[in-house]
T-cell receptor
Framework: QQQVKQSPQSLIVQKGGISIINCAYE??????FPWYQQFPGKGPALLIA?????SEKKEGRFTISFNKSAKQFSLHIMDSQPGDSATYFC?????????????FGEGTQLTVNP | DVKVTQSSRYLVKRTGEKVFLECVQD?????MFWYRQDPGLGLRLIYF???????EKGDIPEGYSVSREKKERFSLILESASTNQTSMYLC???????????FGPGTRLLVL
């Protein structure tokens, strides 16, 4: 049962352009929404995260936009660079005292052409 | 820096073999996870553990088992490997009170 849907599966952007990756979730109890970035040959690493009490979070060139009523959130990469070429995963979690399990989207392979 | 290490980067096994994938973390994290990563399917949770000797099934536990005898080590076991278990396996850990998961580099398993 896939609870987080991610699109597009792949994305090609020119250097300096804006990359946009979208995710939709089903479980309204989710309360933490991270994005992970994975370079070839490496494990995923946390990039940026947001909680549903804010509509936007920005860290450098990376911004998460969150729409609670639509149950959607998206990652925007401004001024995309070739070094941003990676696979991006959105995720969601239901926090619990005994630990958090993440439900991941399908992933988006981003290629930024020079 | 948090370090999560996995015993092998690449592994080739035969159908029916018993396969052990080992994961070690050095940050005294309570929680440990095993995922498999397949193109177009994202990361799917196989098993996780929030304490020594504790385990919980994830979304796709069939054909797998796990062992956590020590806090720092979490093993994934394929009792009888099958070709549909060819995949990238990722281990992760997290502190008990935080939601960030730290991933190892992965083991790419090929079952022939």
């Amino acid at each position: 049962q896939q609870q987080v849907k991610q699109s597009p599966q792949s994305l090609i952007v020119q250097k300096g352009g804006i990359s946009i990756i979208n995710c939709a979730y089903e479980n309204t109890a989710f309360d933490y929404f991270p994005w992970y970035q994975q370079f070839p040959g490496k494990g995923p690493a946390l990039l940026i995260a947001i909680r549903p009490d804010v509509s936007e979070k920005k860290e450098g060139r990376f911004t998460i936009s969150f729409n609670k009523s639509a149950k959607q959130f998206s990652l925007h990469i401004m001024d995309s660079q070739p070094g941003d070429s990676a696979t991006y995963f959105c995720a969601a979690t239901l926090s619990r005292a005994s630990g958090s399990r993440l439900t991941f989207g399908e992933g988006t392979q981003l290629t930024v052409n020079p | 820096d948090v370090k999560v290490t996995q015993s092998s980067r690449y592994l080739v096994k035969r159908t029916g073999e018993k396969v052990f994938l080992e994961c070690v973390q050095d940050m005294d994290h309570e929680n440990m996870f095993w995922y498999r990563q397949d193109p177009g399917l994202g990361l799917r949770l196989i098993y996780f553990s929030y304490d020594v000797k504790m385990k919980e099934k994830g979304d796709i536990p069939e054909g797998y088992s796990v062992s956590r005898e020590k806090k720092e080590r979490f093993s994934l076991i394929l009792e009888s490997a099958s070709t549909n278990q060819t995949s990238m396996y990722l281990c992760a850990s997290s502190p008990g009170t935080e939601y960030v998961q730290y991933f190892g580099p992965g083991t790419r398993l090929l079952v022939l």
